[in-house]
T-cell receptor
Framework: AQSVTQLGSHVSVSEGALVLLRCNYSSSVPPYLFWYVQYPNQGLQLLLKYTSAATLVKGINGFEAEFKKSETSFHLTKPSAHMSDAAEYFCAVSGENRDDKIIFGKGTRLHILP | EPEVTQTPSHQVTQMGQEVILRCVPISNHLYFYWYRQILGQKVEFLVSFYNNEISEKSEIFDDQFSVERPDGSNFTLKIRSTKLEDSAMYFC?????????????FGPGTRLTVL
Protein backbone atom coordinates (compact mmCIF):
# COMPACT_ATOMS: atom_id res chain seq x y z
CA ALA A 1 0.00 0.00 0.00
CA GLN A 2 1.10 3.54 -0.66
CA SER A 3 2.14 5.69 2.27
CA VAL A 4 4.59 8.34 3.33
CA THR A 5 6.06 9.04 6.72
CA GLN A 6 7.38 12.45 7.64
CA LEU A 7 9.81 12.49 10.51
CA GLY A 8 9.21 15.39 12.85
CA SER A 9 5.96 17.29 13.04
CA HIS A 10 7.91 20.47 13.84
CA VAL A 11 11.36 21.47 12.67
CA SER A 12 13.15 24.68 13.65
CA VAL A 13 16.15 26.08 11.83
CA SER A 14 17.95 29.38 12.02
CA GLU A 15 17.73 31.82 9.15
CA GLY A 16 20.54 31.02 6.73
CA ALA A 17 20.92 27.45 7.94
CA LEU A 18 20.30 24.27 5.98
CA VAL A 19 16.72 23.05 5.82
CA LEU A 20 16.23 19.28 5.86
CA LEU A 21 12.73 17.81 6.01
CA ARG A 22 12.61 14.05 6.01
CA CYS A 23 10.20 11.82 4.15
CA ASN A 24 10.18 8.07 3.67
CA TYR A 25 7.76 6.34 1.39
CA SER A 26 6.24 2.93 0.90
CA SER A 27 5.04 2.00 -2.56
CA SER A 28 4.14 -1.23 -4.30
CA VAL A 29 4.92 0.32 -7.69
CA PRO A 30 7.58 2.78 -8.86
CA PRO A 31 6.29 5.91 -7.19
CA TYR A 32 5.63 9.44 -8.18
CA LEU A 33 6.58 11.61 -5.21
CA PHE A 34 5.66 15.16 -4.32
CA TRP A 35 6.38 17.90 -1.84
CA TYR A 36 3.67 20.46 -1.19
CA VAL A 37 3.88 23.61 0.91
CA GLN A 38 1.06 25.35 2.71
CA TYR A 39 1.47 28.93 3.83
CA PRO A 40 -0.94 30.28 6.46
CA ASN A 41 -4.48 30.66 5.16
CA GLN A 42 -3.54 29.38 1.73
CA GLY A 43 -3.99 26.17 -0.21
CA LEU A 44 -1.42 23.47 -0.80
CA GLN A 45 1.13 24.50 -3.42
CA LEU A 46 3.30 22.05 -5.32
CA LEU A 47 7.00 22.60 -4.55
CA LEU A 48 8.39 19.80 -6.69
CA LYS A 49 7.69 16.32 -7.94
CA TYR A 50 9.62 13.19 -8.88
CA THR A 51 8.29 11.24 -11.83
CA SER A 52 11.10 8.75 -12.50
CA ALA A 53 13.36 11.04 -14.49
CA ALA A 54 16.30 12.62 -12.66
CA THR A 55 16.66 11.51 -9.04
CA LEU A 56 17.56 15.01 -7.91
CA VAL A 57 14.56 17.22 -8.41
CA LYS A 58 14.70 20.99 -8.22
CA GLY A 59 11.62 22.91 -7.22
CA ILE A 60 10.49 26.43 -6.56
CA ASN A 61 11.95 28.78 -3.96
CA GLY A 62 15.36 27.06 -3.96
CA PHE A 63 14.11 23.73 -2.66
CA GLU A 64 15.24 20.39 -3.98
CA ALA A 65 14.67 16.75 -3.12
CA GLU A 66 16.57 13.58 -3.89
CA PHE A 67 14.88 10.27 -4.63
CA LYS A 68 16.82 7.41 -3.03
CA LYS A 69 15.28 4.08 -3.86
CA SER A 70 17.66 2.12 -1.63
CA GLU A 71 16.58 4.18 1.37
CA THR A 72 12.96 4.67 0.21
CA SER A 73 13.48 8.34 0.96
CA PHE A 74 12.62 11.65 -0.64
CA HIS A 75 14.01 14.26 1.72
CA LEU A 76 13.51 17.95 1.03
CA THR A 77 16.42 20.36 1.37
CA LYS A 78 17.27 24.00 0.95
CA PRO A 79 20.81 25.26 1.51
CA SER A 80 19.87 28.49 3.26
CA ALA A 81 16.61 29.08 5.08
CA HIS A 82 14.71 32.30 4.70
CA MET A 83 12.07 33.69 7.02
CA SER A 84 9.52 33.35 4.23
CA ASP A 85 10.05 29.57 4.23
CA ALA A 86 8.07 29.24 7.45
CA ALA A 87 5.12 27.04 6.49
CA GLU A 88 3.77 23.51 6.64
CA TYR A 89 5.35 21.02 4.26
CA PHE A 90 3.69 17.85 3.05
CA CYS A 91 5.34 14.89 1.41
CA ALA A 92 3.06 12.81 -0.81
CA VAL A 93 3.05 9.76 -3.07
CA SER A 94 0.88 8.80 -6.01
CA GLY A 95 -1.75 6.14 -5.76
CA GLU A 96 -1.00 2.55 -6.60
CA ASN A 97 -2.70 2.78 -9.95
CA ARG A 98 -0.99 6.06 -10.75
CA ASP A 99 -4.40 7.57 -10.91
CA ASP A 100 -5.51 10.87 -9.55
CA LYS A 101 -5.26 10.06 -5.87
CA ILE A 102 -2.42 11.63 -3.89
CA ILE A 103 -1.52 10.15 -0.52
CA PHE A 104 -0.13 12.67 1.90
CA GLY A 105 1.99 12.54 4.99
CA LYS A 106 1.04 14.27 8.21
CA GLY A 107 3.08 17.33 7.42
CA THR A 108 6.04 19.08 9.01
CA ARG A 109 5.77 22.61 10.26
CA LEU A 110 8.96 24.51 9.55
CA HIS A 111 9.88 27.33 11.93
CA ILE A 112 12.59 29.79 11.00
CA LEU A 113 14.48 31.37 13.88
CA PRO A 114 15.92 34.86 13.39
CA GLU B 1 -2.81 33.96 -11.64
CA PRO B 2 -5.79 31.61 -11.68
CA GLU B 3 -6.55 29.92 -8.38
CA VAL B 4 -8.99 27.55 -6.78
CA THR B 5 -11.34 29.27 -4.38
CA GLN B 6 -13.45 27.78 -1.61
CA THR B 7 -16.36 29.07 0.42
CA PRO B 8 -16.96 29.43 3.25
CA SER B 9 -13.57 29.57 4.91
CA HIS B 10 -15.11 28.31 8.13
CA GLN B 11 -18.43 26.51 8.67
CA VAL B 12 -19.89 25.62 12.02
CA THR B 13 -22.84 23.25 12.13
CA GLN B 14 -24.79 21.07 14.50
CA MET B 15 -24.46 17.30 14.37
CA GLY B 16 -27.03 15.81 12.01
CA GLN B 17 -27.27 18.90 9.83
CA GLU B 18 -26.49 18.96 6.13
CA VAL B 19 -23.62 21.08 4.89
CA ILE B 20 -22.51 22.05 1.42
CA LEU B 21 -18.94 23.09 0.84
CA ARG B 22 -18.32 25.05 -2.31
CA CYS B 23 -15.36 25.24 -4.61
CA VAL B 24 -14.66 27.13 -7.80
CA PRO B 25 -11.93 25.26 -9.71
CA ILE B 26 -9.61 26.87 -12.23
CA SER B 27 -11.71 27.56 -15.28
CA ASN B 28 -10.06 25.32 -17.91
CA HIS B 29 -9.54 22.39 -15.55
CA LEU B 30 -11.45 19.18 -16.11
CA TYR B 31 -10.57 17.06 -13.06
CA PHE B 32 -11.76 17.89 -9.58
CA TYR B 33 -10.97 16.49 -6.17
CA TRP B 34 -11.84 16.74 -2.51
CA TYR B 35 -9.43 15.99 0.31
CA ARG B 36 -9.79 16.46 4.03
CA GLN B 37 -7.46 16.86 6.97
CA ILE B 38 -8.60 16.11 10.47
CA LEU B 39 -6.64 18.21 12.94
CA GLY B 40 -3.24 16.70 13.55
CA GLN B 41 -3.70 13.96 10.98
CA LYS B 42 -2.85 13.36 7.35
CA VAL B 43 -4.46 15.00 4.37
CA GLU B 44 -6.74 12.25 3.03
CA PHE B 45 -8.15 11.76 -0.43
CA LEU B 46 -11.95 11.69 -0.55
CA VAL B 47 -13.05 11.69 -4.17
CA SER B 48 -12.10 12.55 -7.72
CA PHE B 49 -14.58 13.73 -10.36
CA TYR B 50 -14.36 13.94 -14.12
CA ASN B 51 -16.86 14.31 -16.91
CA ASN B 52 -19.70 14.72 -14.45
CA GLU B 53 -19.11 11.53 -12.61
CA ILE B 54 -17.03 10.16 -9.77
CA SER B 55 -13.77 8.63 -10.99
CA GLU B 56 -12.60 7.26 -7.67
CA LYS B 57 -13.61 7.52 -4.06
CA SER B 58 -12.03 6.47 -0.80
CA GLU B 59 -13.51 4.41 2.00
CA ILE B 60 -14.23 7.64 3.85
CA PHE B 61 -16.57 8.78 1.09
CA ASP B 62 -19.63 6.88 2.21
CA ASP B 63 -23.29 7.45 1.44
CA GLN B 64 -23.35 10.57 3.59
CA PHE B 65 -21.12 12.32 1.06
CA SER B 66 -21.95 13.46 -2.43
CA VAL B 67 -20.35 15.71 -5.02
CA GLU B 68 -21.86 17.73 -7.76
CA ARG B 69 -20.92 20.17 -10.45
CA PRO B 70 -24.19 22.05 -10.60
CA ASP B 71 -23.06 24.55 -13.23
CA GLY B 72 -20.00 25.32 -15.31
CA SER B 73 -18.01 26.80 -12.46
CA ASN B 74 -18.88 25.33 -9.06
CA PHE B 75 -17.92 21.98 -7.57
CA THR B 76 -19.62 21.09 -4.33
CA LEU B 77 -19.22 18.56 -1.54
CA LYS B 78 -22.35 17.76 0.42
CA ILE B 79 -22.40 15.97 3.74
CA ARG B 80 -25.96 14.89 4.32
CA SER B 81 -25.98 14.34 8.07
CA THR B 82 -22.84 15.56 9.73
CA LYS B 83 -21.12 13.69 12.52
CA LEU B 84 -18.65 14.98 15.08
CA GLU B 85 -15.88 13.11 13.30
CA ASP B 86 -16.54 15.06 10.10
CA SER B 87 -14.88 18.07 11.72
CA ALA B 88 -11.86 18.74 9.53
CA MET B 89 -10.32 21.02 6.96
CA TYR B 90 -11.70 20.21 3.52
CA PHE B 91 -9.56 20.99 0.49
CA CYS B 92 -10.79 21.19 -3.06
CA UNK B 93 -8.33 20.72 -5.93
CA UNK B 94 -8.44 20.77 -9.69
CA UNK B 95 -6.15 19.78 -12.53
CA UNK B 96 -6.14 20.32 -16.24
CA UNK B 97 -5.65 16.64 -16.91
CA UNK B 98 -5.80 13.57 -14.72
CA UNK B 99 -3.04 11.37 -13.39
CA UNK B 100 -0.09 12.10 -11.10
CA UNK B 101 1.92 13.73 -13.87
CA UNK B 102 -0.41 16.71 -13.85
CA UNK B 103 -0.35 19.16 -11.00
CA UNK B 104 -3.36 19.40 -8.75
CA UNK B 105 -4.02 22.97 -7.67
CA PHE B 106 -5.49 23.27 -4.20
CA GLY B 107 -7.82 25.78 -2.67
CA PRO B 108 -7.27 27.34 0.77
CA GLY B 109 -9.69 24.97 2.43
CA THR B 110 -12.91 25.14 4.41
CA ARG B 111 -12.68 24.41 8.10
CA LEU B 112 -15.77 22.46 9.13
CA THR B 113 -16.63 22.29 12.80
CA VAL B 114 -19.43 19.95 13.85
CA LEU B 115 -20.84 20.57 17.33
Amino acid sequence: AQSVTQLGSHVSVSEGALVLLRCNYSSSVPPYLFWYVQYPNQGLQLLLKYTSAATLVKGINGFEAEFKKSETSFHLTKPSAHMSDAAEYFCAVSGENRDDKIIFGKGTRLHILP
Amino acid sequence: EPEVTQTPSHQVTQMGQEVILRCVPISNHLYFYWYRQILGQKVEFLVSFYNNEISEKSEIFDDQFSVERPDGSNFTLKIRSTKLEDSAMYFCASSEQGGPYNEQFFGPGTRLTVL
